[in-house]
């Protein structure tokens, strides 16, 4: 039987704790795990189908937090002060859409998405980062309440999902608090100015977008518009190539 969400909550509390982590509460963790798990193979399942109705390039993928990832999160949140209900986080079971598409095609996957999981009796609701970004980083997720727990499907155009690939390599140097605007772990300023960059280049992206999309409604020409990013994707593209090389350097 699944664990009711006052049962996570309280193993969330003691998840929480700095002592080590008892095997009980382990194993509880990796049987919540397993549920989030069936959901999101359900999930995953439902929007393969939505996308495979679009003649979009579309690529999907899906994951599922692990017990260390989880624990470190409820961990973290307690050093700052804050306490997370492990019942109501949002993403541990994850699915991702990107792909070359214009911010209207995004606004459509989103509305398609919603129809399709409140048609099934789940309830759905929307945290749009496009203008409002959370350290640059821009999306638009959908949460999908299924049988008390949740599911997020994050929706990105291809320069979203570049700028968040890129990003993500920086958090793997300078410490993966600097996602939700917490200090780099170490290099300190010059790590604040990279951050800083990031953001100004993502707002950049933003700008290029919108100016995408609008060429796209006024003139019908998809293709030719999409083109008109190419540049800005490309140097996107060539950062997130440098960043990957300076962690594998670092990890040698």
């Not at 509880?28 to 003649?55: H, M, N, Q």
């Not at 959370?134 to 994050?154: L, S, T």
């Not at 953001?199 to 019908?220: I, P, R």
């Not at 518009?225 to 960043?243: D, F, G, H």
Request: charged fraction near 30%; hydrophobic fraction near 40%.
């Amino acid at each position: 039987m699944p664990m009711s969400n006052s049962a996570v909550q309280k193993l969330g509390k003691r998840l929480e704790l700095p002592e080590a982590v008892s095997e009980d509460d382990l194993t509880l963790l990796e049987d919540l795990l397993i549920d989030y798990s069936e959901l999101l193979t359900a999930a995953r399942g439902v929007v393969d189908e939505l996308c495979d109705v679009l003649d979009w390039p579309l690529g999907v993928t899906h994951r599922l937090k692990t017990t260390d990832t989880l624990i470190q999160k409820l961990q973290r949140a307690k050093e700052r002060g804050s306490s997370t209900n492990l019942a109501r986080i949002q993403d541990i079971a994850g699915i991702r859409v990107s792909g070359r598409i214009t911010l209207t095609e995004q606004d459509r996957l989103r509305g398609m998405v919603i129809d399709r999981f409140e048609q099934e009796g789940h309830k759905c609701s929307v945290k749009d980062r496009r203008e409002d970004p959370m350290v640059g980083y821009r999306a638009v997720h959908v949460i999908v309440a299924i049988g008390g727990r949740f599911v997020e499907i994050q929706i990105r155009t291809v320069g979203q999902d570049l700028w968040a690939n890129v990003f993500e390599r920086i958090a793997d140097i300078f410490g993966r608090g600097i996602r939700y605007g917490e200090p780099p772990e170490v290099g300190g300023e010059a790590v604040t100015d990279i951050i800083s960059f990031m953001e100004g280049f993502s707002a950049t992206l933003y700008e290029m977008e919108k100016t995408v999309d609008e060429a796209t409604v006024s003139s019908g020409e998809r293709e030719a518009s999409l083109a008109l990013q190419e540049p800005t994707l490309a140097t996107m593209r060539q950062i997130l190539q440098e960043t990957e090389d300076i962690k594998g350097r670092l990890a040698t």
